[in-house]
């Protein structure tokens, strides 16, 4: 672990992630909004991702829609990697109060981490429109086309938040008090231009901020810490 990081994290008893793509790209799962994402998209739909991914698109296209969605959002060989192991360590020693994650591809949990507030949703819950009755991942890659419940055959729709679609209430509050409470804010991998869920930043008052990122970050003439690096590769530990 970065030596300087080491010292912060010594230092603190509440500290908080604040995660986006860059976590789940060194476990090799494309960032759906980088250049290549959004080129590939418009080659082989003629939509960019943000349009096939919206609430609208899935009502109207739901064949497209989950052509995409299976094609480029679910990845089950994915496994967590060192950032993801390194968090769940410290939430066991006590030191990290929650994850606060913009990824939807549950690999936080995979590592052992409990608290974490998912914002965008996951892909491993998915229910049916109709009844409501859960499936899992699994269930929705291996449907041919549009999944149908088996138990009433409705459309089984993916818990995750579209363009279009609110946050869950009960998952910004829980996001939103961890950050408050929080004595060091930790944000790595994202460039923090999602909103509403970069926002959630600005409820920080503690003593220190971290940006680990490959990029810079609105975030960084605030931080007292800034490593532009892998975060796996930084939060070993």
Known sequence: MDKRLKE???DSNSIVFFGGAGVSTESNIPDFRSETGLYNAVQQ???????????????????TFFDYYKNNLIYLDAKPNKAHYALAKLEEEGKLLAVVTQNIDGLHQKAGSKKVYELHGSVARNYCMKCGTFHDVEY??????????????????PDVVLYEESLDSDCIEGAVNAIAKADTLIIGGTSLAVYPAAGFI????????????????MQDKNADLVIYDSIGKVMEY
């Open 8 to 10: 912060i994290i010594d």
């Open 45 to 63: 739909y003629g939509q960019p991702p943000e349009t096939m991914l919206s609430h609208t698109f899935f009502m109207n296209n739901m064949e």
């Open 140 to 157: 929705v890659v291996n449907s041919e086309g549009v999944p149908r419940c088996k138990k009433c055959g409705g459309v089984v729709k």
């Open 202 to 217: 600005n409820y920080f008052r503690g003593k220190h901020l971290v940006v680990i990122n490959k990029t810079a970050t």
